[in-house]
């Protein structure tokens, strides 16, 4: 079976190309800012034609197979800057497909259109305070007033937020509690009533923003809802699969470039008389976990193929999330661990490769949220 064409392995180099020039000489100065310029950089990604891969050509999408959403992915996984690959993700795979799935042709044409072409900045509002994990306890509340949603509540840990231009924002729209009731409502960041109450410092993915934004009687048109009021939890939880998806896409490319640059390194740096490669213990390590990666990867591409198709890919992207952020984990352990006391040191990229791949056991879904969901698919649950 042929996974890829010719014309996939041209778009591949086209997007290592790009990463080469645009973002690697600009890694060390937003990692330092603590954000990058999305809308500067998404232009450009949106006149590459990458901000919809898989999207209705109708919007500006290309219409396109998961293919290359995984090849994408992984290209923009082997960043110095991992925080900018998130970003971009939340762009093209968080904040988006619901719009696009079951968003109205007036919705899409004004939000998901500017997406593709990369004029707006998105971002995903699912997190508050008191709830995480439990997507259902959110309490941010829209109260229907004629044609208008009045929104009250706050969000927090939201990527993007300094700089989004709208939010997919998570609301309960009626009292009738828990995963019930609740709607996904397209939010201009430009409506009176929405602040960002705050910018947050993080261990890692430092040159992603994130922040915390609160809604005071914010109204914004109840046509601005995604799909059928009340529906906005079955949704969002058929978005969050191409979340989890394209975080395991990154995390194959982000880990293969991490064995790739910690190989260079063994081969160049002296020890004891000869290469640190040619200590068998050092490079049986990287063979080992290069094979793992290896059975993620083509994990993944057959997840891409049930995605083109039209499957259900909930076990998918739930294995693909769970596995890949636990190896990527163990990966970036042994990379800093063979650079020895470089690797420990400050802004190498073994350190930042530490802190940044710790977000993938917590965001978009915790481990253990992965394994509770498999446990209940899997029949390993007290009913
Ligand atoms: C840098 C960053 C960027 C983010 N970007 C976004 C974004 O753009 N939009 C957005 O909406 N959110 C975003 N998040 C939020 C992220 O998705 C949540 O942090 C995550 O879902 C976990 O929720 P929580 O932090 O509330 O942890 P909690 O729900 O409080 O859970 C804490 C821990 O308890 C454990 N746990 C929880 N429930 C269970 C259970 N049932 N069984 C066993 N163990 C359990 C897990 O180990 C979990 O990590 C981001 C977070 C970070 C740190």
């Given at each position: 079976m042929t996974l890829f064409t010719e014309e996939h392995d041209l778009f591949r180099k086209t997007l290592r190309d790009f990463?080469?020039?645009?973002?690697?000489?600009?890694?060390?100065e937003w990692e330092q800012a603590g954000t990058f310029p999305a809308h500067e950089l998404f232009a450009k990604l949106g006149d590459l034609g990458v901000l919809g891969l898989t999207y209705d050509p109708a919007y500006g999408g290309g219409g396109s197979d998961y293919g290359y959403v995984a090849i994408m992915a992984e290209e923009f996984g082997r960043m110095p800057c991992l925080g900018v690959a998130m970003a971009i993700g939340v762009q093209t795979d968080m904040a988006t497909p619901s719009l696009h799935r079951f968003g109205s042709h007036e919705l899409?044409?004004?939000?998901?259109?500017p997406a593709i072409r990369g004029e707006h900045v998105a971002a995903v509002g699912v997190t508050e305070p008191d709830a995480g994990s439990d997507v259902a306890g959110i309490r941010t509340k829209g109260v229907r007033d004629g044609d208008e949603w009045v929104i009250n509540g706050s969000k927090t840990f939201i990527t993007s937020g300094t700089q989004a231009d709208w939010v997919c924002l998570l609301v309960r729209t009626s009292e009738e509690g828990g995963s019930r009731g609740i709607?996904?409502?397209?939010?201009?960041?430009?409506?009176?009533?929405?602040?960002?109450?705050?910018?947050?410092?993080?261990?890692?993915m430092r040159s992603s923003d994130t922040a915390v934004l609160t809604f005071d009687d914010m109204r914004v048109p109840v046509s601005n809802t995604i799909g059928e009021i009340g529906r906005g939890f079955q949704q969002q939880m058929s978005q969050f699969?191409?979340?989890?998806?394209?975080?395991?896409?990154?995390m194959v490319g982000a880990m293969e470039?991490?064995?790739?640059?910690?190989?260079?390194?063994?081969?160049?740096?002296?020890?004891f008389g000869q290469p640190l490669m040619a200590n068998q213990h050092l490079a049986y390590e990287l063979a080992d976990l290069a094979s793992e990666v290896d059975l993620l990867k083509y994990y993944n591409y057959h997840a891409a193929a049930?995605?083109?198709r039209g499957d259900d890919i909930t076990r998918f992207a739930t294995v693909a999330k769970l596995r890949s952020a636990?190896?990527?984990?163990?990966?970036?352990?042994?990379?800093?661990?063979?650079?020895?006391?470089?690797?420990?040191?400050?802004?190498?990229?073994?350190?930042?490769?530490?802190?940044?791949?710790?977000?993938?056991?917590?965001?978009?879904?915790?481990?253990?949220?992965m394994l509770r969901t498999l446990a209940r698919m899997g029949g390993f649950w007290a009913e």
């Open positions: 990463v080469e020039r645009e973002i690697n000489p600009h890694a060390e899409k044409q004004k939000y998901l259109a709607s996904q409502i397209i939010v201009p960041t430009d409506t009176p009533g929405f602040q960002v109450s705050g910018k947050l410092d993080k261990l890692g699969q191409d979340e989890r998806m394209i975080a395991a896409y990154q470039y991490a064995l790739e640059r910690t190989a260079d390194y063994l081969k160049q740096r002296i020890a049930a995605q083109t636990r190896l990527a984990r163990r990966v970036a352990d042994v990379c800093l661990q063979f650079h020895g006391g470089v690797g420990y040191i400050g802004e190498t990229w073994t350190a930042r490769f530490f802190r940044d791949t710790r977000l993938w056991s917590i965001g978009g879904g915790a481990d253990e949220i």
